[in-house]
Nanobody, 121 residues
Framework: QVQLVESGGGLVQPGGSLRLSCAAS????????MAWYRQAPGQQRELVAA???????NSADSVRGRFFISRDNAKNTVYLQMNSLKPEDTAVYYC???????????????WGQGTQVTVSS
């Protein structure tokens, strides 16, 4: 069993910053891919940023240069540093981890419970 716990969401004014965290615990052998998605009301869930096991990152055009993803393998945690926030960044943010629970298990995808980020004055 694997659990993901997200934290760091909240209400922030335009131009402000927030840092999201997603910590994984339970039966984890290794974590391959870590990513953040978001879903605004009435919109489809979209990829915000991702980081591979080797540390390579990619991000959506809408957040590039403002949002930065990082991972701490020792803590099984992925972070999303969000700067220069805009009202259009308002959404529920979800982390997604692709991992193995044992040396012989296939890669499986796990989602966090979501954390609300609201950007408003």
């Amino acid at each position: 069993q694997v659990q993901l716990v997200e934290s760091g969401g909240g209400l922030v004014q335009p131009g402000g910053s927030l840092r999201l965290s997603c910590a994984a615990s339970g039966s984890i052998f290794n974590i391959n891919h870590m990513a953040w998605y978001r879903q605004a009301p009435g919109q489809q869930r979209e990829l915000v940023a991702a980081v591979t096991s080797g540390g390579s990152t990619n991000s959506a055009d809408s957040v590039r240069g403002r949002f930065f993803i990082s991972r701490d393998n020792a803590k099984n945690t992925v972070y999303l540093q969000m700067n220069s926030l805009k009202p259009e960044d308002t959404a529920v943010y979800y982390c997604r981890l692709v991992l193995r629970t044992s040396v012989v298990s296939p890669l499986s995808s796990y989602w966090g419970q979501g954390t609300q980020v609201t950007v408003s004055s």
